[in-house]
């Protein structure tokens, strides 16, 4: 029997995986999708993805949700852009910020609890330094490698925003821009997102962990975990699986399961084990399970310009982000006092790379976790593998669609005074799904209003852990990847120390 399952080779998987294998573990993860060659492009691997029922953002219903950040070894992080921005102090606590009806956003634990296993993170990966320049980061940068440069758009973005007042700062990436552990400085050979890097140069975890770390951790790609098996009432024996390729289940037993599928698919995993013991899946006696699914509400701006750039943009487009502004995180003049984050986006259309008049910001702000925001299951239909169809029925909160009006018109000044002469905001489309997955396992002690406890254990369940973004009570406003990592280092460090008492964390 295996030390530990694994399921999901993502951010999250992969980072458990490589704590418990590196203290000696016997480890296997599951990973539904397959390894990808260097310079794919995430559009090729879509088309073969199982889609999920959503809701459009008029309230209709589609059939082209997409539940997924990459399916693939390696999940979102082979396709990601690299940005590694740490939570905010307040976004642990937004109580003051949400509204009334919505789920407790507190987290169980605070900034400082999640501090070290930011730093291991960070340290593994190759993140690099803001210079300091973050008026809202929570604790200085680790300084690992030198910031980037910013690209030929990020230079206008910043002297846009200084000429403003705001304080724009250099992107902290998990992008080496100088050689790291083994791995070439970027070359900009293509964007960093939507591309599996060619180079290595991006610390997405194939290149980081699961690769250097092969002999120690089997990966079984092609396995899509099904539900999880009770053997007696709050301890899980096995996860049956299924071979894609083939249809063929089998039952994988281990003494512990971590669940790190993303917030999405690890809450489907948790309704389809039902059981005599758990009729409504594992850890949802109280109905919790799959609620609280948080995307962000976002929005891309482009902006046309009244003259050229000063510098010529990347032929390939080259890191997607190199810029961004905390100014309106919290903001008092911001419904509710919680603005978010404003980021250059790098053009993705081929046609817009080479055009020196085009700019893009986003702008993101957290969705506050309200209970009808939530995964389901509809058992009465079955997608390709026989399974029961997923559910997106999600809306985004009106004070979060005014907190993102109010975040878009400080974008637009700052495109405006980069010489814009027209901006416009692009088509939103998150409640069918996002890169950005939260809350839907929420950590808390109140198994009323949480699905696992502050360690990650779901709850009444001795060794069945969540460690995605599903743990997440609150989003916040930044791009997730990072803080999910943290939150695996946690989860899989807390495990080792309760088996083991020995308590460090390793370097
Ligand atoms: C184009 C793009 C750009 C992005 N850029 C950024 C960025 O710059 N910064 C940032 O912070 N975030 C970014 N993200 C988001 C980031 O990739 C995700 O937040 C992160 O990967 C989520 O980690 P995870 O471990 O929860 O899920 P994933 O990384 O998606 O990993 C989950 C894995 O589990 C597998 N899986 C799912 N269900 C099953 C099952 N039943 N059985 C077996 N395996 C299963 C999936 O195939 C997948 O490989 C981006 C995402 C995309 C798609």
């Known amino acids: 029997m295996r030390d530990v399952c694994v399921i999901g080779s993502g951010a999250a998987g992969a980072v458990a995986a ?18 990808v060659p260097p310079g794919t492009h995430l559009h090729d691997l879509i088309p073969g993805y199982e889609t999920a029922r959503a809701r459009d953002l008029d309230g209709g219903w589609t059939e082209e949700g997409y539940p997924w950040t990459a399916c693939c070894v390696g999940g979102g992080t082979r396709f990601y852009a690299g940005v590694s921005l740490r939570l905010r102090r307040v976004d642990f606590d937004a109580t003051a910020h949400c509204a009334a009806e919505a789920l407790p956003p507190a987290w169980p634990f605070g900034y400082d609890d999640l501090r070290p296993h930011y730093d291991w993170v960070e340290r593994r990966l190759g993140v690099t330094s803001d210079g300091g320049l973050d008026p809202t980061r929570p604790s200085p940068p680790l300084d690992l490698l030198p910031p980037h440069r910013p690209s030929a ?248 669609l005014k907190r993102l009006d109010y975040l878009r018109d400080r ?14 905001p692009e088509p939103m489309d998150f409640s069918l799904g996002s890169g950005h997955l939260h809350g839907t396992c929420r950590m808390g002690t109140d198994p009323a209003t949480s699905v696992c406890d502050p360690q990650g254990r779901v709850h009444g369940v001795v060794n069945v852990r969540v460690a995605d973004g599903a743990l997440m009570p609150y989003p916040g406003a930044v791009n997730p990847a990072l803080t999910i990592q943290a939150l695996a280092h946690r989860v899989a460090t807390l495990l080792l120390h309760e088996e083991t008492a020995a308590g460090t964390i390793p370097e």
């Open 18 to 35: 490589a704590v418990l294998a590196e203290a000696g573990w016997d480890v296997l993860v599951l990973e539904q999708g397959e390894h």
């Open 153 to 400: 758009r990020g230079a206008a973005l910043v002297a846009a925003g200084r000429a403003l007042g705001r304080t724009p700062f250099p992107m902290p990436l998990a992008v080496a821009s100088a050689p790291f552990a083994g791995a070439p400085a970027c070359a900009d050979l293509t964007t960093c997102t939507d591309f599996a890097c060619p180079s290595g140069a991006k610390g997405d975890v194939h290149h980081r962990l699961l690769a250097p770390l092969a002999d120690r951790i089997e990966v079984r790609t092609g396995c899509k975990a099904v539900r999880l098996v009770e053997d007696r009432p709050g301890r899980v024996a096995a996860v049956e699986c299924l071979d894609v390729a083939t249809g063929a289940r089998e039952l994988v037993r281990a003494r512990h399961f971590v669940v790190a599928a993303n917030a999405i698919q690890s809450a489907a995993l948790l309704l389809r084990s039902r059981s005599a013991h758990s009729p409504d899946g594992l850890g949802n006696g109280r109905g919790v399970v799959g609620r609280g699914l948080c995307m962000k509400v976002g929005q891309n701006l482009t902006a046309h310009l009244d003259h050229d750039l000063d510098e010529i943009p990347a032929p390939k487009g080259g890191r997607y982000v190199t810029v961004a502004f905390t100014d309106n995180y919290l903001d008092q003049h911001c419904p509710s006092g919680l603005g978010g984050l404003v980021l250059e986006t790098g053009p993705l259309d081929p046609a817009d790379i080479a055009d020196r008049r085009v700019l893009r910001l986003e702008c993101l702000v957290a969705d506050q976790p309200v209970a009808e925001n939530r995964v389901t299951l509809d058992w009465s239909t079955v997608d390709a593998y026989g399974l029961p169809r997923l559910v997106l029925d999600y809306r985004p909160h009106p004070l979060d």
């Open 411 to 424: 974008a637009t000044e700052v495109l405006t005074r980069a010489g814009a002469a027209r901006v416009d």
